[in-house]
């Protein structure tokens, strides 16, 4: 959690330079050039300008709900934030391992599953010997916890 946090405050420092130094340099520039009505480079540093403005916003409000995240709460016995999980797909026949992660830090390819995708949806809650089915993109599938390591185990 601590490593979305440190991210997330680099791009917001990093997007409130851009609005605050490099973003009004290229508006000025653009503004010296004359016409503002077909010129390019002041439309073009006006849209940015706005897309800074909204990614800000929602950086913002991101860090705010993250700040909200009490891990006491999470249970030590449950599949829930944090947990790595082995489940058995009885549809492919295989163990595969997922840890439950952010929806900005998740990775399928790495195992990282944000707790709003279906698998981490289906899987919050459960405990080892539970099964669940999940409907992904690719179809339905068969899981059954193997083993669980919450965030408290490994604390």
């Known amino acids: 959690m601590l490593d979305i946090t440190k991210k997330l405050e680099e791009e917001i420092k990093l997007l409130e330079h851009e609005l605050t130094t490099e973003l009004p340099a290229e508006i000025k520039k653009a503004v ?3 016409d503002l009505s077909e010129n390019a480079e002041y439309h073009s ?3 940015r ?3 800074v403005n909204a990614r800000l916003g929602q950086l913002k409000k ?5 700040s909200l995240v009490n891990l006491t709460n999470i249970p030590a016995d449950r599949v829930g934030f944090g947990s790595t999980i082995v489940v058995f ?12 992660v952010t929806s900005e830090e ?4 790495k195992g ?4 709003t995708s279906p698998i981490g949806k289906a899987l919050v ?3 080892v010997g539970d099964e669940t089915t999940v409907v992904t993109p690719n179809g339905k599938r068969e899981l059954e916890i193997l083993k669980l390591t919450t965030i408290h185990d490994e604390a």
């Open 45 to 47: 540093a006006k849209q």
């Open 106 to 109: 998740s990775d399928v390819t």
């Open 49 to 51: 300008q706005e897309f």
């Open 125 to 127: 809650g459960k405990k």
């Open 32 to 34: 010296a050039l004359g």
């Open 62 to 66: 991101r860090m705010g709900e993250l």
């Open 112 to 115: 990282l599953i944000s707790t």
């Open 89 to 100: 797909d009885n549809t492919k026949g295989e163990e595969i391992t997922y840890r439950l």
